[in-house]
């Protein structure tokens, strides 16, 4: 990507991007937030997958199958709330499976995940990086409903919907994972440190063994716009490792 396209998309996201007399980019750096324990997850994290089955033609009914049920599952209270389960959204044979939360107000009500205002900026921030949920990236949540007023997941929730994300990992195999924010990043790494030591490193989910990466959820930086800098170093990092993964390219190294 050249210079010009990616300080567009920088802009896009809230980065600054200063420019040095020669021509030089230059944009900052890494570190922290918040807790809960998740004590319960750990099963579900540790769940031993399936051994792939599949031949391809049988993914898209897989795929179809895992929706329908998500669409009207009652394995918690949640779905007593919303409007209807939020499966996931993106290209099925993506490299990258991006990881929220829990729907919101606007994806309970649209059936997708991140198409509010976080949403955006998440798009925004996967085109700085070459990404989109069109063509290289799949968008998932740990929860599937939405929680009443945006709450964070109960430990009984995220236990009886964690399975399902390892459902669509275990169909997608996807290359790389990204975890947006603490709570994603804490469930699916069975842990309750704060988001600003997971951040930075790269950690391994699933039998799979699959690379994961943390950085920070995109609601939070609408919140917080000073922090979009560290997002962009994790995500130039997110791209590093991807590099090295696919192509052999060295990556940054573990930046803790
Ligand atoms: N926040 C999330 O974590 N997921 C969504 O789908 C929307 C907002």
């Known amino acids: 990507m050249d210079a010009q396209r990616r300080n567009q998309y920088l802009e896009a996201i809230g980065v600054d991007v200063w420019v040095r007399r020669r021509g030089v980019q230059v944009v900052p750096d890494v570190t922290g937030a918040p807790s809960t324990s998740v004590q319960v997850a750990r099963a579900a994290a ?52 991006v990881i929220g939360e829990a729907p919101g107000a606007e994806e309970d009500r649209r059936g997708e995940p991140f198409v509010g205002r976080a949403g955006h900026l998440l798009d925004a921030m996967l085109r700085a990086i070459g990404l989109s949920r069109a063509t290289n990236a799949y968008i998932a949540n740990v929860l599937k409903s939405r929680p009443p007023g945006n709450r964070d997941p109960k430990p009984e929730e995220v236990a009886a919907c964690l399975p399902y994300l390892m459902r669509q990992i275990q169909l997608l195999q996807p290359r790389l994972m990204l ?33 994961l990466i943390v950085t920070y959820h995109p609601a939070y930086l609408l919140r917080t716009p000073a922090d979009k800098r560290k997002a962009w170093e994790d995500l130039k990092f997110a791209r590093s490792v991807f590099r090295q993964l696919t192509e052999g390219v060295r990556n940054d190294g573990d930046r803790s």
């Open 46 to 97: 540790e769940m031993v997958l399936p051994a792939p089955e599949a031949p391809a033609a049988d993914l898209a009914s897989r795929w179809e199958a895992l929706r329908s049920e998500v669409i009207s599952c009652t394995k918690c209270s949640l779905h007593s709330a919303r409007t209807q389960g939020v499966f996931g959204v993106g290209h099925q044979g993506a490299d990258w499976l």
């Open 179 to 211: 975890a947006v924010g603490r709570i994603a990043a804490q469930n699916l790494l069975a842990t309750d440190m704060p988001l600003g030591r997971l951040r930075g490193k790269v950690h391994h989910f699933g039998e799979l063994n699959t690379p």
